[in-house]
């Protein structure tokens, strides 16, 4: 399968195979978190059950979502060492000390809290059992602002002090290598996206319940609060992402010449273009239809201003263009689609029709998924975008593999392709199952097990409490056959 | 004060948290089929349910903590026993998503249980033989791994391997022993006295192996003065393990456990002595591999700050789920 490929490149598929699949996982958990938090604030502040059976329906959902972003994450601190030893050796003095923190302060507190947000919720009291959740929340940010300073350094790194040996070695201020100057951009255009990507999954699946069942008042909740993240959220991302390039742009401007598929200079102003096939050997974007002077308007603000493109830069330091710049045009498309999205549904609000109007509901449905697209395709045009290096300018990716053959690294490639598409497709299927249940009053949370007598009251009594899931227990199932 | 000295106490703290902690889970995978499809089984889940999660963080502390105070170590490491650490990483796939999955599939939980078992299993096996491919030593050539594909196999990494697979069966048992009541107990209870008994073998056999596995462990355990301070750990060692053969006889409740957790840490303490001061037997030391002064300053900080939260809040949640499965479970 795996013929005539060298050891670098399967490393380099093995690290984009598992770092793709792991990021669909907490850029839905990032936002599900929050979005948990906030349910059962509500529920606190107003008493109103609705949240709580909102909470209880989503927690089951998060249980599974966080279980796989968890596993698959463990392989990415492992990744490191195995197939790119050179980096760890070379890097770790600098981006080591990062990670050692995302564990400490973002791991440990999110999984520390976890078994008390699912099953905790009768055996401490309401703001106790909101505090965990409100952890669990902090810790998947935390998370992500820890590992997106690390990238960051990646592809833009300050701060450091070459040693003999070529480790890098932090200077004398480590404020500086973690807000490194594409940290601020990145993070914001992260997390955003992560809120939208949950946002988007929320109105989705809150549409589908209302396009069966209007008068569900638990699918117009969702979809309402998803729709108002839709409406507030996608235009501030457009601009963070517009922010976010203009950064690229300074730091690193042969991603961004590979984003707008400009091979060459325009000296009067360059166009944006819609559509075009990158062809590297060539050094020409064939079959190109472009808007003229767009592309300057956009990065720089005016009508004429020049831009250099890919022939002031040295082939060997040139990022591949194709998955750049159309990873790039399917994340812009899918933001307008986003925003578009939200403008829609602030009209049907205003309207008094956004519980009714089935075209929006199916348009949203369609988009449930599509925050995973963006981001994906978001981190394609980042990290392909900055090849040929691993370390901007510094460490080429194909001096930082470890001294592994070539088989090794496809056998090994070979198993987690296998694994993870068995056992996340299934988890993913788990998790669409319950999505297509309809949220409703006395929804069942994720306890489960049928250990000791059912009890209705626990140490803070109320009925919207629930102990077990019973309806899914093997032990029932076994013991009524 | 040495920081070297320092974040080698410090990463082997994590390791033996993780051992000891995600251990005990594994440890009831491993046994989960000794256990009846249905009331038994889920109870035994349960009692790690909320806390499996947390206990495997420590070995992101393990390996994210020898990346980042070691870099040398980890990036000779992990190459050295690459298909071992891959397997571990798919074992624990399976291991982690069968906690979730075998309740939201009634109609496949016999497949998710055999995935819950394997998966530590494989885990469990590949750990002990990760450590046995260090304790061998690994062939180093400047700064990287020059070693060839299979020197992680060997029958000393294979006897690890397996005493590692008893050990968590051991923790497995002696928490099931803690946690469960009544019938399921007693069925703890005998495997905690059987995995007791091969876990004290095959300690015994891995320890007498070390022996022979080179001059310099040998001149360490076996010649003075370094014997005075070596010797106590046998010693100490022999004590706990018939301290615990008696009280996983009659105790009802955590005494087990906790003696089992004292073998381990005297397993621990013998490792540590065998291998100091190495961190990559025989080339590399902690002084080679470690990380400059301002790394480790750093990160200092960051541990003196947060470990008395994690631990405390760790020791909290832990407390919210106390008690018998059976007679608390979830409510």
């Not at chain 1, 906030?38 to 606190?44: D, Q, R, T, Y």
């Not at chain 1, 935390?142 to 960051?152: E, G, H, K, T």
């Not at chain 1, 470890?402 to 690294?409: C, E, H, I, K, Y």
């Not at chain 2, 809040?313 to 007679?327: C, S």
Request: aromatic fraction near 14%.
């Amino acid at each position: 399968m795996f013929d005539g490929l060298d050891a670098l490149l399967l490393a380099r598929i093995q690290f984009a195979f598992t770092v793709s699949f792991h990021f669909f996982f907490p850029a839905f958990s990032i936002g599900l978190a929050s979005y948990l938090a906030v349910l059962e604030g509500l529920w606190l502040k107003t008493g109103k059950s609705v949240y709580l059976d909102l909470f209880k329906y989503w927690v089951k959902i998060f249980a599974i979502v966080f279980a796989m972003g968890v596993v698959s994450g463990i392989v990415m601190s492992y990744q490191f060492g195995t197939n790119w030893s050179v980096f760890s050796d070379l890097a770790g003095p600098v981006i080591g000390p990062l990670m050692a923190y995302e564990v400490l302060t973002a791991f440990f507190l999110e999984a520390g809290f976890l078994g008390v947000m699912l099953f905790g919720m009768n055996k401490v009291g309401r703001k106790l059992h909101f505090f965990a959740t409100l952890m669990v929340a902090a810790g998947t940010f935390v998370s992500a602002f820890w590992i997106l300073s690390v990238n960051s350094w990646m592809q833009t790194p300050v701060g450091y002090e070459m040693a003999a040996n070529g480790q890098f070695l932090p200077g004398d201020s480590w404020i500086a290598i973690i807000f490194n100057p594409s940290f601020p951009y990145r993070l914001v255009h992260t997390v955003l996206a992560a809120y939208l990507t949950t946002a988007f999954v929320v109105g989705g699946v809150g549409a589908r319940h209302l396009l069966k069942d209007r008068a569900n008042s638990h699918a117009r909740k969702m979809f309402s609060m998803a729709m108002w993240m839709a409406t507030l959220v996608a235009p501030i991302q457009i601009m963070a992402g517009d922010m976010h390039g203009l950064n690229t742009m300074e730091h690193q401007p042969a991603k961004v010449m590979a984003m707008e598929g400009h091979y060459e200079s325009h000296p009067d102003g360059a166009p944006f273009y819609v559509f075009g096939i990158p062809n590297d050997e060539e050094q020409r974007l064939d079959y190109a239809v472009g808007i003229p002077h767009l592309s300057s308007l956009i990065l720089k603000h005016e009508w004429d201003a020049p831009l250099a493109g890919l022939d002031t830069i040295p082939d060997d330091e040139q990022p591949p263009v194709f998955m750049v710049f159309w990873a790039f045009r399917i994340m812009v498309a899918i933001g307008v689609a986003m925003l578009g999205i939200g403008l829609w549904s602030l009209f049907a609000r205003w309207r008094g029709r956004l519980y009714e109007w089935n075209l929006l509901h199916r348009a949203a449905l369609v988009m449930a998924p599509s925050g995973f697209l963006a981001v994906l395709c978001g981190w394609i045009t980042t990290e392909v975008g900055r090849q040929p290096y691993v370390i901007y300018g510094l460490l080429r990716t194909a001096d930082a593999a470890s001294p592994l053959d070539a088989p090794a690294v496809g056998a090994s490639l070979l198993a987690f392709i296998v694994v993870y598409f068995t056992v996340f497709s299934v988890g993913i299927w788990y998790i669409m199952r319950l999505m297509s249940a309809a949220p409703k009053v006395g929804e069942m949370g994720a306890k489960r097990g049928d250990t000791g007598p059912i009890r209705t009251a626990g140490i803070t009594p109320g009925p919207t409490q629930n102990p077990g899931d019973a309806d899914v227990l093997p032990a029932a199932k076994e013991e009524a056959e | 004060m040495d920081l070297t000295v320092i974040w080698a106490f410090i990463i082997a703290f994590a390791v033996f948290a993780y051992v000891v902690m995600d251990g005990f889970d594994l440890g009831i995978g491993i046994l989960f089929p000794a256990f009846q499809p249905g009331q038994g089984r889920n109870r035994a889940m349960n009692s790690i349910a909320p806390v499996w999660d947390g206990n495997e963080t420590w070995l992101v502390l393990g390996g994210g903590g020898l990346f980042a105070a070691f870099p040398l170590a980890y990036a000779i490491i992990l190459p050295a026993t690459y298909p071992l650490i891959i397997a571990m990483l798919l074992g624990l796939v399976f291991r982690g998503v069968a906690f979730e999955y075998r309740w939201r599939d009634p109609g496949h939980a016999k497949f998710w249980d055999a995935a819950f078992t394997g998966g530590s299993l494989v885990a469990a096996l590949s750990q002990g033989m990760v450590l046995g491919a260090l304790l061998q030593g690994i062939e180093v050539e400047g700064r990287a791994y020059a070693g060839s594909w299979w020197d992680w196999l060997t029958p000393y990494t294979l006897l690890t391997g397996v005493g590692t697979v008893a050990g968590y069966a051991l923790l497995g048992a002696t928490w099931l022993v803690w946690k469960l009541d009544g019938e399921a107990q007693a069925k703890a209870r005998k495997l905690a006295f059987r995995a007791a008994l091969a876990t004290m073998a095959l300690m015994g056999a891995v320890s007498l192996y070390n022996l022979g596995l080179n001059d310099d462990y040998a001149a360490k355990w076996l010649t003075a003065p370094e014997i005075y301070y070596a010797a106590p750990v046998p010693v100490l060692t022999g004590v706990v393990a018939l301290w615990l053969l008696r009280a996983i006889g009659k105790e009802n409740h955590s005494k087990p456990f906790w003696l089992a957790l004292a073998l381990f840490g005297m397993g621990m303490a013998g490792l540590g002595v065998t291998i100091w001061p190495n961190v990559v037997p025989h080339d590399v030391t902690i002084w080679d591999a470690a990380a400059p002064h301002r790394s480790q300053v750093f990160m200092l900080v960051g541990v003196a700050l947060t470990m008395p939260l994690i631990i405390g809040y760790t020791a909290w949640a832990y407390w919210v789920f106390r008690g018998k499965v059976g007679d608390e479970g979830y409510h």
